[in-house]
C-alpha cells in the first residue's frame, strides 16, 4: 500500500466550472499531470471540446482550459491504496482538499462536474454540503477503467461542460 497525494488546482479568477475526480493514478502522478495515462479519455474530450488535446503541451492545455472557465481538481487530498483504482483507496485513509475553500475564494464558480462515481461518492461521504448553492453532476468517468461506454458515448456526455 501506498499514500499518494493530489495535485494542486488548475484554477484562475475566470473560473466558472470545477471538473473534480477522485486522485490522480500512477501514471499521473508519475508525470505530475493530471489524467496522464495515455488511455484515459479525458485530455482526449476536452480535445474535442476546446482544443486542449493530448497533442498539444501540458501547460498549454490546462491554459486552454483556464481560458475557458474551466477548473480541475480532485475531492481526494489523500489516500492509501495499491496501485491505480478507486476501488483499492481503503476508505479509512482518506483526507479531502479544501473544496469549501477553494469555492470560497473563486466564487465565480457556478458548477461542478464529477469525473465518474468515486469522485461524487467521495464527495457527497466526506465533503457535502458546501456553503453555498452549486449545481453538481456526474459524468461518466473518463479513465480506462471504465470500459462499458466508448469514447463517443462518453464525449457525448462530457459535452455539457462546453458552452
Known sequence: MTTVHSFAPIVDASAHTLI????????????GEYYAHSRNAFWPIMGALFDAG??????????????NGIAVWDVLKLCTRHGSLDSAIVESSIETNDLAGLLD???????????????ENSFQRYVAPLPRTLTTVRLPSTSPANASLSFERKLDAWRVIAP
Request: glycine share 8%.
Open 20 to 31: 473534480l475526480g477522485s486522485m490522480p493514478g500512477i501514471a499521473s502522478l508519475d508525470a
Open 54 to 67: 493530448p497533442s498539444i503541451p501540458y501547460e498549454q492545455r490546462t491554459s486552454v482550459l483556464t481560458t
Open 105 to 119: 475564494e473563486h466564487r465565480s464558480i457556478e458548477q461542478i462536474f464529477f469525473n465518474g462515481a468515486k469522485a
